[in-house]
């Protein structure tokens, strides 16, 4: 079978790619002949379009657009030179195949759709409608022809609800699909709320098992110390005390994977590197502590010991508690950690993942050789 997934495949965030390469990987290993659609509008290119506006800011008066881009130029200007972009294009180039054509509007996709068998929407949150993505009709697959069977798999809405004024929109897009999974289970009953049905399925990671993603670990990363790893998405003070007192309390560096902004107190901040490095350095890290999704479930695929923190700015935590609530992990998130005396996370256990989870892994495995006939 000829399948198109499409997704939010290149935006410089090591979960993204990673889940791209998963779902297309795992596919493959079905026999089908699987390519992800190289759909990059400019909401996507934020990190190197110069004159990209961010969903946060796009709604805002004129005025304030000229402001953001004034202060965002130059930082766009310089950033390809000095970040993680030629790790993260080697990546690409090396495990993801993507159609031959470019898409950088909706209009093209319309106008010139990949032929496939099955379209497939996913995963990610690709359906957040506080995002720019989560309004685009093409991650809803309102594009070619209608003899295009057409399904999602591990979609994610981010959020705890749909904002209000896209309810009809999402609502009508989604009676379009032929079969709908979701990630998360409060995602599963947003669909529900809308009259439509759903299936809970795990991310795309979860697809392939830890020697998979061993083999597509980084070589260039080899730690001469023990470790924490930290990936913080926010940079708050809370997170940062923490972290520092924990690595002082266990004796143990602070390793830093995060790459949207440099990290001025850990030992080694890979601020740089791609998907690669991402996964050796969950892979041989002593503890992992993130408020990232993918960064925990790595742990979790790896058998690394973590703890998971909240995002206490946009709040997209459904989607942790989920995963968690679904491995009998809830105790790793700790939604208050700043009031946590250290010594509650020093005596840190081993874990094992609930059974439940396994059959969820099961349970999407069966959803995709349903939809696609394997």
């Not at 949150?125 to 093409?138: F, H, L």
Request: hydrophobic share 40%; aromatic share 14%.
């Amino acid at each position: 079978m000829r399948i198109k997934t499409i997704t939010c495949h290149n935006v410089y965030n090591h979960g993204a790619t990673l889940q791209a390469y998963a779902l297309m990987t795992y596919l493959k290993s079905l026999g089908h002949d699987v390519e992800i659609i190289d759909y990059l509008p400019p909401y996507l290119r934020i990190k190197t379009n110069l004159l990209s506006i961010s969903s946060n800011w796009i709604d805002r008066p004129l005025f304030w657009k000229l402001v953001y881009l004034v202060g965002k130029i130059p930082v766009r200007l310089f950033w390809p030179f000095s970040s993680c972009k030629k790790a993260f294009d080697s990546f690409t180039e090396k495990y993801l195949r993507l159609t031959g054509r470019r898409y950088r509007t909706y209009t093209q996709l319309c106008k010139y759709p990949p032929e496939a068998d099955l379209y497939l929407a996913g995963s990610d949150q690709i359906w957040n409608t506080s995002y720019s993505n989560g309004r685009d009709p093409a991650f809803f697959l309102d594009f070619g022809s209608d003899h295009t069977a057409r399904a999602s798999f591990a979609a994610s809405f981010g959020l705890g609800e749909v904002v209000k004024r896209f309810i009809p929109f999402v609502q009508e897009k989604l009676r379009k699909l032929d079969n709908i999974s979701i990630r998360e289970k409060n995602g599963v009953a947003i669909v529900e709320s809308l009259g439509l049905e759903a299936v809970h399925v795990c991310d795309p990671v979860f697809l392939l098992e830890a020697a998979e993603w061993s083999a597509v670990c980084s070589d260039g990363v080899q730690p001469t110390e023990p470790y924490i790893l930290i990936y913080d998405f926010e940079g708050s003070e809370e997170f940062k005390v923490l972290v520092v007192g924990l690595a002082e309390k266990m004796n143990l560096k602070l390793y830093s994977i995060n790459n949207y902004a440099r990290c001025a107190y850990a030992d080694r901040d890979f601020f740089k590197s791609g998907p690669s490095d991402f996964l050796s350095l969950i892979k041989n890290a002593t503890l992992v502590i993130s408020n990232s999704f993918h960064a925990t479930a790595f742990a979790i695929i790896f058998g690394t010991r973590f703890y998971a923190l909240p995002r206490l700015k946009e709040k997209v935590n459904s989607r942790m508690e989920s995963l968690l609530a679904t491995c009998g992990l809830e105790d790793r998130f700790v939604t208050d950690y700043w009031k946590k005396d250290l010594n509650e996370f020093v005596a840190l256990q081993p874990y094992e993942c609930a059974g439940a989870f396994q059959q969820m892994t099961q349970r999407s495995k069966k959803y995709l050789s349903g939809i696609t006939g394997s």
